[in-house]
Structures are given as structure tokens and as C-alpha cells.
């Protein structure tokens, strides 16, 4: 396994994170039985995965916490979020309510990274002006190290929300959606997250329309019809089946993470997954090279125009 420095954190995390958040909830949604999550983010762990994200609304920091209890809390890298969707907006004594209980599931003292979770973009200049002063203040009493913010990728896949954050010096850490279906944030994002030297986690590298043939096919359908994608240039039998062969990608998958671990700009891939055998192919996949120039040209050039999926 790889190791990159995330921005300005300078922490050393491994080029792929593990996610318990997702679809899959480290199989939590798909009702696996606890011990087999811990057992997840243990076998991630033996790996040589040391970047491992949650979040109070995932449900799964306590899964994170008991896999941690045999490891050396300085060798894992930890981020967690406080959630800013729902009818009323958090405030500051919310922000320290939920840091506290997610410390207290975690069973940690301090998290090295804690976001203000899927922030929407009518709402980052209230989370900027209300809720980084105080998280300022939890870092000064060492129980966060690092502030961090993630964009609802879903319904914001350009980026206004990261737009507005990224004129703003207070972010050490952002979440980016970005995928081979959704590649704005190589325009809008990741120049100006180099510049100023944040480091990015990178979400939907492959969500459900990447693992999922026949989501990937009524995705690109989807796009054909809004007139993003030239229907010469997919084949709807088969979607994106080029890229496997000898020489290239191994799966979609793996030409979907191997797409997105060598793009300029991204530092974490996060990968989720409930299946001991899915995480060591997804493993695997961050350890090859780059895909082969050509492809991941025809890539850049297929999706060009898209940007309004996140490939959900
Ligand atoms: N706004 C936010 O802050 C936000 C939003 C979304 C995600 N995230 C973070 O990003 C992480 C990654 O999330 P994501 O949205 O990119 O999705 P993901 O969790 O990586 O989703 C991958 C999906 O594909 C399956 N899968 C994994 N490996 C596979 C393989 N090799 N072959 C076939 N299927 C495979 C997984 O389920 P199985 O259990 O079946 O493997 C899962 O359903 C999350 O866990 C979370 O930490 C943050």
C-alpha cells in the first residue's frame, strides 16, 4: 500500500481509506452481524489501510471503535462528522454534543479529522460563521486535530458548495466527489485545493452506478437522453466493458479506483464495503498501476460534458 501526505495535515495516509459509510455501511445495510464489520476494518487495518472514515449518522463508529481496541491509536488515521442536513440547523453546542458521543463510540480521545457533514451550498456561509468558531475551540482543547468539510455530492455534483469553501482558509481536509462518470472536480476543485494545499478524500469513486451493471447501463442511458454523452461512444450492452482485458483493468471496479488514485489532486480514494473478499480486490486494485494511457484518455474524452450524476 501506497502512503501520501494529505495537504497541509501533513499526516501520511494510505493512498486507499476505508469508508463505513456508503451503501454499504461496512454491511450494516445489508444486516451482516457486527463482528463481521469489526472484522472488515481489522482485515483493512492488516493491510496496511490506516485512513478509516465514519460519521455519527453512518452508525458504525462504534464498529470503528471496537476494531481499533488491539490497534496502536497513533498508527490509524480517524475521521469522523457531524451531520448539517435536516429541518433545523446544528448549533455550536450541538457541534460539542455529537463530537463528544462520537469520541465516546470511537472510544478515543481526539479525532484527526471531524467535518461538518454534507453541507449543502445554502448553507455553508451559517457553518462557516457559526460552527468553525467553535470547532477552532475543540481543537484548542486537542480533541480534534484537523477541520474538514464534505459536499451532498448528490445533489450538488458541481461543486457550489466546495466552490464557495475553497475561497475560505479554514478547511485542512475536503471530500470530494469525483468519479470516470463525474470529472468536474479535476476543473473546478482539485487546482484550487493543490493550491492552498488541502488535502482531499475522494467519495463515488465507484457508489452503486461503478459496482453495478445494469445501474451503470441506466446511468448512461440517463445521460444519452439529457444529451451528455454521444451514444455512439457507449456500448449499452456491455457499458465501459473495454476497459477489461488483458493489460488493462481487471473489473470496472478496479479501472474505476486505478482512475481516480492517479488523477492530479487526489490524496485518499475511500472505498466501502461489507464483503472481506470485495475489500481485498479493492486492496489489490490501489496497489497496480495507472490504467493504460489511452484508456484513461478515452476516458476523459467520453465523459467530458457530464456533470450533473454522481453516479449513485
Ligand atoms: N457526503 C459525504 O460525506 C459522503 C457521502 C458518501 C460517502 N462518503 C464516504 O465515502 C465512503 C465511500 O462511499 P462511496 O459513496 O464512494 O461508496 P462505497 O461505500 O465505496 O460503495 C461501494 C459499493 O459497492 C460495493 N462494492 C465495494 N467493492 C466492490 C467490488 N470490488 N465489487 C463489487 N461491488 C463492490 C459495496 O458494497 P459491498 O458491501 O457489497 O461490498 C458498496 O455498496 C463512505 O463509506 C463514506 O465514508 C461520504
Not at 465514519?54 to 462504534?62: C, G, K, L, P
Not at 488493462?248 to 486505478?258: H, N
Not at 481516480?260 to 498501476?289: F, K, W
Request: glycine share 10%; hydrophobic share 40%.
Amino acid at each position: 500500500m501506497d502512503y501520501r501526505t494529505l495537504g497541509r495535515t501533513g499526516l501520511r495516509a494510505s493512498v486507499m481509506g476505508l469508508g463505513a459509510g456508503g451503501p454499504s455501511r461496512l454491511g450494516q445495510s445489508r444486516r451482516r452481524d457486527e463482528a463481521s464489520s469489526v472484522a472488515v476494518v481489522r482485515a483493512a487495518l492488516d493491510a496496511g489501510v490506516n485512513f478509516i472514515d465514519t460519521a455519527e449518522s453512518y452508525r458504525t463508529e462504534a464498529i470503528v471503535g471496537e476494531a481499533l481496541r488491539e490497534a496502536k491509536r497513533d498508527d490509524v488515521i480517524l475521521s469522523t462528522k457531524k451531520s448539517t442536513w435536516g429541518d433545523a440547523l446544528p448549533t455550536a453546542a450541538d457541534v460539542v454534543a455529537s463530537l463528544e458521543a462520537s469520541l465516546s463510540r470511537l472510544g478515543v480521545e481526539a479525532v484527526d479529522i471531524y467535518h461538518m457533514h454534507g453541507v449543502a451550498p445554502d448553507r455553508y456561509v451559517y457553518v462557516r460563521d457559526e460552527l468553525v468558531p467553535v470547532m477552532e475551540r475543540l481543537r484548542g482543547q486537542g480533541k480534534i486535530r484537523f477541520l474538514g468539510i464534505t459536499e451532498e455530492f448528490g445533489s450538488d455534483p458541481a461543486h457550489a458548495m466546495l466552490d464557495q469553501a475553497l475561497a475560505d482558509d479554514c478547511w485542512d481536509v475536503m471530500m470530494v466527489g469525483f468519479n470516470l462518470l463525474n470529472q468536474t472536480a479535476r476543473r473546478t476543485v482539485f487546482p484550487r485545493t493543490r493550491a492552498k494545499d488541502i488535502g482531499t478524500l475522494i467519495m463515488f469513486a465507484v457508489r452503486r452506478a461503478l459496482s453495478d451493471p445494469a445501474r451503470l447501463r441506466d446511468t448512461l442511458a440517463g445521460l444519452i437522453e439529457r444529451g451528455k454523452l454521444d451514444g455512439g461512444a457507449v456500448d449499452l450492452d456491455g457499458p465501459l466493458g473495454w476497459l477489461v482485458r488483458a493489460g488493462g483493468a481487471v473489473s470496472i471496479p478496479d479501472a474505476a479506483y486505478r482512475f481516480c488514485m492517479y488523477e492530479p489532486g487526489c490524496d485518499v480514494i475511500l472505498s466501502g464495503t461489507g464483503s472481506l473478499e470485495h475489500l481485498q480486490a479493492n486492496i489489490a486494485s490501489h496497489r497496480r498501476p495507472d490504467l493504460p494511457a489511452a484508456d484513461r484518455r478515452r476516458l476523459e474524452a467520453i465523459f467530458a460534458d457530464v456533470d450533473d450524476v454522481s453516479g449513485n
